[in-house]
């Protein structure tokens, strides 16, 4: 009776009678097998019986974990409970068919990137152009080969895997743009407020140190000197964030190196003579 079959279909009625002729004693004391859960979720859709055991054998052989459903309804259902890495869909299914259960896969919004595969014995270009039209990932003609199914199902997975790992980084990239946006316009906006306070501060502090008596002088400067600093950090916290935005414009310029030393020694001299330090 085998021999009637194309490669794949006897592949299958092997294994049926291979678990069909396993002792009774045997099937009672095997254990149930362990699953690993990090394994990829395929659903196999198949009204026929023997095409969905062969679906699930080969899955599981490639490193799936399968559920089988024999309607399209069930699986339907059972996706607003849990999603799968890999869906894999008979077309001719007593019932709701495969092309109904497609687009309501894809009427799902959790569902709508779950890779499907619709396997049929229909290779007619309609049938492939509707699959298509209803959301099927890929095409796969029955009878299959095994080794040809599990090799397109682990592509497709790690395929499907790698887009969402891109459009994860896209998202992802696009909140940290609007997120550097967002602390840019802050920045720029608490850097123009703190200027007009401090501008004031520097002009009186000036004319205080050029017209002030000579009690007043020193701290005058010095106040001068710690409101040039303040300015000179808000704007060095606008430059960051201009550079965080890619729009710092870089202007080159000469300075006297014994001129800042004086400023930074000016600068900490206060904090050194606080300090009790010589």
């Given at each position: 009776v085998i021999?009637?079959?194309?490669e794949?279909?006897?592949?299958?009625?092997?294994?049926?009678?291979?678990?069909?002729?396993?002792?009774?004693?045997?099937?009672q004391t095997?254990?149930?097998?362990?699953?690993?859960?990090?394994?990829?979720?395929?659903?196999a859709?198949d009204?026929d019986?023997?095409m969905?055991?062969?679906?699930a054998?080969?899955?599981g052989?490639?490193?799936?974990r399968?559920?089988?459903?024999g309607?399209?309804?069930?699986?339907?259902?059972?996706?607003?409970?849990t999603l799968?890495?890999?869906?894999?869909?008979?077309?001719?299914?007593?019932?709701?068919?495969?092309?109904?259960?497609?687009?309501r896969?894809?009427?799902i919004?959790?569902a709508?990137r779950?890779?499907?595969?619709?396997l049929?014995?229909?290779?007619?270009?309609?049938?492939?152009?509707?699959?298509?039209?209803?959301?099927?990932?890929?095409?796969?003609t029955?009878?299959?080969?095994?080794?040809?199914?599990?090799?397109?199902?682990?592509?497709?997975?790690?395929?499907?895997?790698?887009?969402?790992?891109?459009?994860?980084?896209?998202?992802?990239?696009?909140?940290?743009?609007?997120?550097?946006?967002?602390k840019?316009?802050?920045?720029?906006?608490?850097?123009h407020?703190?200027?007009?306070?401090?501008n004031?501060?520097?002009g009186?502090?000036e004319?205080?140190a050029e017209?002030g008596?000579?009690?007043?002088?020193?701290?005058?400067q010095?106040?001068?000197?710690?409101?040039?600093q303040?300015?000179d950090l808000?704007?060095?916290?606008?430059?960051?964030?201009?550079?965080?935005?890619?729009?710092?414009?870089?202007?080159?310029t000469?300075?006297r190196v014994?001129?800042?030393?004086?400023?930074?020694?000016?600068?900490?001299?206060?904090?050194v003579?606080?300090a009790?330090?010589?």
């Amino acid at each position: 009776v085998i021999a009637q079959f194309s490669e794949p279909l006897a592949t299958t009625y092997q294994w049926i009678a291979a678990e069909v002729g396993q002792p009774e004693a045997e099937k009672q004391t095997a254990l149930p097998p362990q699953i690993d859960t990090s394994l990829p979720l395929a659903f196999a859709i198949d009204d026929d019986t023997t095409m969905r055991g062969l679906t699930a054998r080969v899955l599981g052989a490639a490193g799936f974990r399968v559920q089988e459903f024999g309607q399209g309804e069930l699986a339907v259902e059972a996706l607003t409970r849990t999603l799968p890495d890999l869906i894999l869909l008979d077309v001719m299914m007593s019932g709701m068919d495969g092309f109904e259960t497609c687009a309501r896969i894809r009427a799902i919004p959790e569902a709508a990137r779950v890779p499907v595969v619709m396997l049929t014995g229909l290779d007619d270009l309609d049938s492939i152009q509707r699959a298509f039209e209803v959301g099927a990932t890929d095409f796969l003609t029955k009878p299959f080969k095994p080794a040809i199914l599990a090799n397109r199902a682990k592509y497709i997975v790690r395929a499907a895997r790698a887009l969402t790992d891109a459009e994860t980084r896209r998202v992802a990239a696009a909140e940290a743009r609007k997120a550097t946006d967002a602390k840019s316009a802050f920045l720029a906006n608490m850097s123009h407020e703190l200027r007009t306070p401090l501008n004031a501060i520097l002009g009186y502090s000036e004319m205080l140190a050029e017209d002030g008596g000579s009690d007043v002088v020193p701290d005058a400067q010095r106040i001068h000197r710690a409101g040039t600093q303040l300015l000179d950090l808000v704007n060095d916290i606008l430059d960051l964030s201009k550079i965080e935005a890619g729009r710092m414009e870089l202007h080159v310029t000469e300075f006297r190196v014994t001129e800042l030393m004086n400023d930074i020694s000016l600068s900490l001299e206060p904090l050194v003579e606080s300090a009790g330090n010589k």
